[in-house]
């Protein structure tokens, strides 16, 4: 049985990476002898977490060791050079991840993937992609595939909030070292391909990875968004503003918003302003995040950028109408379907709310539910095997 390695951040987390992770590698279990290793802390296992508990994965945790003051120093200021000095090729580039990812931190981890004796490594997120290439050497003939979550955009545009002007070009460069990349949507291949030809991008898109609950009845006069409150992501700030436009007009509808991270307090500052506490409800994460698609209306994306989008899938899944920002990936998804604002346009998304409101909802829930049965699991697994 080939071995498979999937080398993440975190596993024993709430996420949208973790989770899909997560059912990537059960599915995969069936067919592959599955480890993760993981830079979580042993005592936050917690295999009860996208049942993980059902499968027989093996984990493993990983920490890197201490560099050595004057060596760290030596590294910082190489690094400085290359972001700042230096022209940007594939030797200085070469020479920036010896500096940004020391021996004794390279070494150690080479040691672990080793000690696995895996056919396949697959480096989840982009910064781990270049960590995995950048062990290319010390680890023979395994087969090392980056997956990148976010999108070209959100990860190459001049204000990138991942990485830096200075670095996208190494990033790329390291790239080119992986067997395969990994994308979520055909414009992102093909972004990166005219990019970079050099490059190897592979498309396959997220399954759903939630059992859905009882279908959404289309009567409840509630909109529903999912996701972390990072900074700027999600798009959060932007539709409690075009809600506060929406409601001057439509105070019977309401809005939840189910999430977590540092951005909640300005959320929260942001409602209260606008007194709109009875309209907006805040929830924290759940495992049972079924029963919010089940009782809302209408699903809304506000996201400024996304590589895939999960959770329209899981709207669509419940018979959820979807109303998104013009991204490259929703377009894709949902087609016509979709009803569409301008990236990070507040007046129009509130126009798209109150356009929402005015659906033939049965009809668009038949569409829904066509729409989500092509990122049935099995299906996307399936693609998966033909990379392996």
């Known amino acids: 049985m080939k071995k498979i390695c999937f080398l993440t951040d975190s596993i024993f987390s709430f996420g949208g990476v973790q989770r899909v992770t997560a059912v990537i590698a059960k599915e995969l279990s069936k067919d592959y002898d599955v480890t993760i290793v993981t830079f979580d802390k042993p005592e936050a296992k917690d295999t009860s977490l996208y049942g993980l508990s059902e499968c027989p994965i093996h984990f493993r945790f990983f920490q890197y060791p201490k560099v050595g003051y004057w060596k760290w120093h030596f590294c910082k200021a190489y690094s400085y050079l290359y972001r700042k000095v ?51 050497k010390m680890l023979g003939q395994t087969r090392l595939i980056g997956w990148v979550h976010n999108s070209f955009e959100a990860l190459f545009n001049p204000t990138s909030l991942y990485i830096g002007p200075e670095l996208q070009r190494h990033y790329v460069y390291q790239f080119r070292k992986l067997d395969a990349t990994i994308v979520l949507c055909k414009h992102d291949a093909d972004t990166y391909r005219a990019y970079d030809p050099k490059l190897n991008t592979t498309v396959i898109y997220n399954p759903l990875t939630l059992t859905p609950g009882k279908p959404s009845e289309g009567t409840s006069k509630r909109f529903l968004a999912v996701g972390r409150f990072s900074r700027k992501h999600k798009g959060f700030d932007l539709l409690i503003d075009a809600f506060h436009l929406f409601a001057q007009k439509n105070s019977e509808w309401m809005l939840d918003i189910v999430g977590e991270g540092p951005e909640e307090k300005m959320y929260r500052q942001k409602i209260a302003e606008y007194q709109l506490e009875k309209s907006i409800q805040i929830h924290p994460f759940t495992n049972n995040i079924q029963a919010y698609y089940s009782q809302a209306q209408v699903y809304v994306l506000s996201s400024r950028w996304e590589g895939f989008g999960l959770v329209i899938v899981e709207a669509m899944a419940h018979g959820l109408p979807v109303v998104s920002s013009d991204l490259p990936a929703s377009l894709e998804i949902m087609g016509d379907f979709g009803l569409y604002f301008r990236n990070g346009d507040i007046k129009e998304l509130a126009e798209k709310l109150h356009e929402a409101t005015q659906f033939d909802w049965k009809k668009k829930s038949e569409e829904a539910f066509t729409i989500a049965r092509h990122f049935d699991l099995s299906r996307i697994a399936d693609q998966w095997r033909k990379v392996l």
Not at 115 to 134: C, E, K, W
């Open 86 to 136: 230096l022209p940007q090729t594939q030797l200085t580039s070469d020479i920036y991840m010896h500096s940004s990812f020391p021996s004794e931190k390279r070494n150690a981890l080479a040691e672990e993937l080793r000690a696995g004796g895996y056919d396949t490594i697959i480096g989840v997120h982009a910064p781990l992609a270049t960590r995995l290439a950048a062990c290319r």
